[in-house]
């Protein structure tokens, strides 16, 4: 039995949560975006002070301690070029 159909799908969703989609299946949420950060690590983080939009790629200096919050339109991006198409910026650090 092969698990294409499911990582297909999974992958799809995984796609349309980090574009700011939201889901219609009950919990399906939670499982994606525990999977999403395994293939999609760029973190879209919205700035409490001035609302400017930045994301952070691994390494950089505040990737670790910067934490997606959904409800307020932070997501995760699969590429750098998804996040600047997106309105984001890379942070400074």
Not at 27 to 41: D, K, P, W
Not at 48 to 70: A, N
Request: proline letters at 3%; one cysteine or more; a positive charge.
């Amino acid at each position: 039995m092969s698990n294409f159909p499911l990582i297909v799908i999974a992958a799809a969703t995984a796609t349309f949560l980090a574009a700011g989609g939201h889901s219609l299946f009950p919990g399906i949420t939670r499982y994606v975006q525990a999977n999403v950060s395994t293939s999609c690590r760029i973190k879209g983080n919205i700035s409490i002070d001035t609302g400017e939009r930045i994301y952070h790629v691994p390494g950089q200096e505040y990737y670790e301690q910067t934490k997606i919050r959904h409800r307020y339109g932070e997501r995760w991006f699969c590429s750098e070029a998804d996040a600047r198409a997106a309105g984001w910026r890379r942070a400074r650090q």
